[in-house]
């Protein structure tokens, strides 16, 4: 089992900047982790992915997000970061860490759409305010 704990989540005010961060534990060095995540999603809407970081440190981003987010991860302490920069009220979502154990290799594509991750964290709100 992999548990995904998020951080970071907060209300600001447009033009501002957030950090999330999501912490891996409870798994074995029997798990590899092949790719992480961040997807978000608001009520009544499909859920979007964010970005994506794999075991090689290859990154991608959703195209609402590019130039703004910044997905990062620290090895030492089994943890990913989104550093998120220009917020703008459409940003306003309940974000989602999530991470692949079964696939070692998806397509940025797959890796945005989201139907290859196993773990998934409870999820945090970060809300934008205009």
């Known amino acids: 089992q992999v548990q995904l704990v998020e951080s970071g989540g907060a209300s600001v005010q447009a033009g501002g900047s957030l950090r999330l961060s999501c912490a891996a534990g409870?798994?074995?060095?029997?798990?590899?982790?092949?790719?992480m995540g961040w997807f978000r999603q608001v009520p009544g809407k499909g859920r979007e992915g964010v970005a994506r970081?794999?075991?090689?440190?290859?990154?991608s981003y959703g195209d609402s997000v590019k130039g703004r987010f910044t997905i990062s991860k620290d090895n030492s302490k089994n943890t990913i970061y989104l550093q998120m920069d220009s917020l703008e009220p459409e940003d306003t979502a309940m974000y989602y860490c999530?991470?692949?154990?079964?696939?070692?290799?998806?397509?940025?594509?797959?890796?945005?759409?989201?139907?290859?991750?196993?773990?998934w964290g409870q999820g945090i709100q970060v809300t934008v305010s205009s």
């Open positions: 999530a991470a692949d154990t079964l696939t070692p290799v998806m397509t940025a594509s797959q890796a945005l759409r989201g139907r290859l991750y196993n773990y």
């Open positions: 409870g798994y074995t060095k029997s798990y590899r982790v092949y790719c």
């Open positions: 970081i794999n075991s090689d440190g290859n990154t």
